[in-house]
């Protein structure tokens, strides 16, 4: 009887090779080692493999498309098959099971449903799913692979927690690259009152993401919606769970778990390379590790030591503040007497991630006055918060205990109110005053390290002032912006762009390390950058050479990246309305980062648009929209960025006339060119031998899709970026929007290639 029953599977089996294309398995068919079950659309490929140079087999799922392996789910990674004797099939009871040669059940997957006609699919989301055959509704799956993932998080594929049955979908590494075996290192979302995703490492806790606030994670910046993808996160009586799903179908990207590296990662797949490119990576410094600062540390990777106390607090230890010390953390100045509240308050601190949401409490309803009332009239809460902060922010959130593993995110857009005694430093009680939180230096310091404002030391001017390289007796080299004394900027106003640019950390903006104001004197102390600007490289007939194609390609990506920070990640959305060549400057290593805000606006929430009776800028760079109408939004940047990224490729600036029979500028001598398949003629021509054409080509029309004339058909920032490190298709441009050189409204323009601009009012 065995040997019938050995045949009849065989039978099968050879029935499932020759009709692979129907994608799917029923009671009568089964998939061997050696055969495959492809999607519908080809997407992904359900199969047997083995890593490394081991011989066990393991049944999972890949990209089918994508030559390099990307293994996405496996079944069997506790229980590997040693040999190809591999069969997975349906049983009678209609239960998904894993065979080994000796018939023993490797894996399996059965529903708590009766089971009438059931079918295996391979959705095209990489999905497997175990259901009645006519049933498509994805609530009545009997089983699917998306509730058990392995190390990947894909589009549709929930993480969280089913409250009904007790059920948790969590993330868990592979032990290693050869060993899809459960590593340590997991992720997932931890049941708090105001829940948010967790790493650890076995039982221990190696980072967290801050709580969810409507919009993002607190101290998460990667898990943010953009063009290519979003997020929904869900909370409620019945599930907590966070998915993220498609928008550009066409870019394939994935989250993984590394248990090597000990990283999570968003990769992209980038088709000209044949690779994955990782696109954010988390912790992505020390200061992403759990509680490295103890409580009420507060973790800033700029400053050292990194842990600092946060303002009301001194360092714990008596002894000297070094890593051995960081954990036992900060104690208050002054004590808190709970019995007398007349003389506690609370103070505002802005962009931080949110503490640890352990011991916490959440009211949605209530507003944020009645969560103060709450938290003041209870002794055991030390600080609290919206918990979310869309439409200008409503729900109360309170923290019981210390506060702990803060960090200092320059994007985070959720105040935290801590509770204190109303003799803290400048009384700073419920967020009514705020320091500059920068160093404060003195004029002496400052010319002496200028050599007294020397001319030698001048590295350029505008309409609002000078700039001198100078050196710090320490020997740091910095920029010195002083402001002339017919600035129409006044003290309030420099306090307001100090305040907005001091939040502002990314790798591709001039960081600002101080300020001045003393009598008269209004000055910025920035990083020096060795380099100068990028339009001394690339209008500069010999210096140009020095900027080759891969060069280039790295200060476009550096530029749209600092952008998008500018745009999407900040804590204010900033809009810079003066981006061009002469203000991104080269660091040593010819890294861009953008630099004068003077002229940048800056919103709250959701703002991402206004307008102005006095246009500012440089014509050549300015959108229609703002340069006629005084409309500028993120999408006016959007424009500059396109002209910027045309300058880079061509090496010509865009002012000025590049055709004998037409009065085109640049844009509209390379829309002609381009139009009529001209495209090698544009190319700067040091780029011809070091360019890679597809690239070039490709960045050429993204700076035509970021030059439309109206600003709703041009790609936001995220989009940009996410182009620039993909293949995926691009649609096609309209004719580019005209830059103007006059407007019809009062204007004041930056003209000078190097403007050093503060402009009044952010």
């Known amino acids: 009887m065995g040997i019938f029953a050995f045949l009849f599977l065989s039978l099968f089996i050879f029935y499932f090779v020759i009709s692979d294309a129907a994608g799917r398995i029923t009671q009568s068919q089964a998939l061997s080692d050696g055969t495959n079950l492809v999607s519908k659309n080809e997407g992904f490929v359900l199969g ?92 009545s799956y009997l089983w699917q692979s998306f509730d058990y993932p392995t190390d990947t998080w894909l589009p549709g594929m929930k993480l969280g927690w089913d409250l009904r049955t007790g059920f948790e979908r969590r993330l868990t590494a592979w032990k290693s690259p050869d060993d899809p075996s459960p590593g340590e290192l997991s992720c997932g979302i931890v049941l708090t009152n105001y829940p948010e995703i967790v790493a650890k490492n076995g039982s221990k806790k190696l980072g967290r993401t801050g709580p969810w606030n409507g919009v993002g994670f607190s101290g998460a910046l990667g898990l943010k919606a953009n063009q290519i993808y979003d997020y929904n996160f869900v909370s409620n009586n019945d599930e907590v769970y966070i998915m993220y799903h498609m928008i550009k179908n066409s870019a394939i990207t994935r989250a993984v778990l590394n248990q090597t590296s000990y990283l999570y990662e968003r990769d992209i797949w980038v088709e000209a390379d044949k690779k994955w490119t990782t696109f954010i990576s988390t912790p992505k410094d020390k200061c992403d590790s759990y509680n490295l600062c103890g409580p009420y540390g507060n973790c800033i990777i700029s400053e050292s030591p990194i842990c600092q106390c946060l303002e009301g607090f001194k360092p714990k230890s008596t002894e000297r503040w070094n890593p051995d ?47 103060r009332v709450k938290c003041l009239n209870n002794c055991s809460c030390m600080a609290y918060s919206n918990s979310d902060i869309r439409d200008g922010g409503n729900g109360c959130v309170i923290w019981y205990g210390d506060l702990i593993d803060i960090i200092q995110v320059a994007a985070s857009e959720q105040d935290l109110y801590i509770r204190m005694p109303a003799s803290e430093k400048d009384q700073n009680i419920d967020g009514q005053n705020e320091d500059l939180e920068l160093p404060l230096f003195s004029l002496a310091t400052i010319a002496m390290a200028t050599n007294k404002f020397s001319s030698n030391n001048k590295l350029g001017e505008g309409g609002f002032g000078l700039v001198y390289k ?23 106003e420099f306090k307001n ?40 490289f690339i209008f500069d007939q010999m210096r140009s050479n020095i900027l080759g194609w891969s060069m280039r390609f790295n200060i476009i990506c550096g530029i749209a990246r600092g952008l998008l920070y500018l745009h999407e990640d900040s804590r204010l959305r900033i809009i810079h309305r003066d981006l061009k060549a002469s203000n991104i400057l080269l660091d040593s290593k010819m890294n861009p980062k953008i630099s004068d805000f003077g002229m940048a606006r800056s919103f709250g929430g959701d703002q991402t648009e206004g307008n102005t009776n006095r246009v500012v800028g440089t014509y050549g760079y300015m959108a229609p929209e703002y340069a006629i109408d005084g409309l500028f939004s993120i999408k006016s940047d959007v424009f500059s960025f396109g002209i910027l990224l045309l300058e880079i490729i061509c090496g010509k600036k865009n002012r000025g006339s590049f055709h004998p029979e037409y009065s085109l500028n640049l844009v ?29 080509e490709r960045c050429l029309h993204i700076s035509f899709l970021c030059l439309q004339q109206h600003h709703e058909d041009r790609p936001n920032m995220s989009f940009v970026v996410m182009m620039l490190h993909s293949e995926s298709l691009l649609q096609e441009p309209k004719e580019p929007g005209k830059t103007s050189s006059s407007s019809s409204k009062n204007q004041s323009s930056s003209i000078n290639e190097i403007t050093i601009t503060l402009l009044d009012g952010q």
């Open 48 to 139: 047997f493999f083995s890593t490394g140079n081991s011989t066990n087999r393991y049944l999972g799922i890949w990209y089918n498309n994508i030559p390099v392996r990307t293994v996405v789910c496996v079944a069997n990674r506790r229980n590997p098959i040693r040999d190809s004797s591999g069969v997975l099939m349906l049983n009678s009871s209609g239960s998904l099971v894993l065979l080994s040669q000796n018939k023993t059940i490797a894996w399996s997957a059965s529903s708590t449903k009766e089971v009438g006609s059931p079918v295996v699919d391979l959705l095209d989301s990489g999905n497997l799913v175990l259901r009645e055959e006519n049933e498509e509704n994805p609530g």
């Open 325 to 371: 010390n960081w954990a036992k953390g900060c104690v208050r100045t002054t004590e808190l007497s709970c019995e007398d509240k007349d003389k506690i308050g609370f103070v505002k601190f802005v962009g931080l991630k949110l503490p640890d949401t352990t011991y916490s409490w959440v009211n949605k309803s209530m507003n944020l006055n009645e969560c």
């Open 470 to 492: 100078g050196i710090l007796a320490d020997g740091q080299e910095i920029a010195v912006k002083r402001l002339s004394q017919n600035s129409r900027q006044g003290l309030s």
């Open 497 to 536: 762009e100090v305040m907005s640019i001091a939040k502002l950390q990314h790798r591709n903006l001039v960081r600002l390390l101080g300020y001045c104001i003393e009598g008269e004197e209004k000055i910025l102390i920035y990083e020096y950058m060795p380099n100068g600007s990028l339009d001394s």
């Open 668 to 696: 509209g001598h390379a829309w002609k060119s381009w139009k009529e398949g001209r495209m090698l003629e544009l190319i700067d021509t040091c780029l011809k031998d070091s360019c890679i054409l597809s690239e070039l």
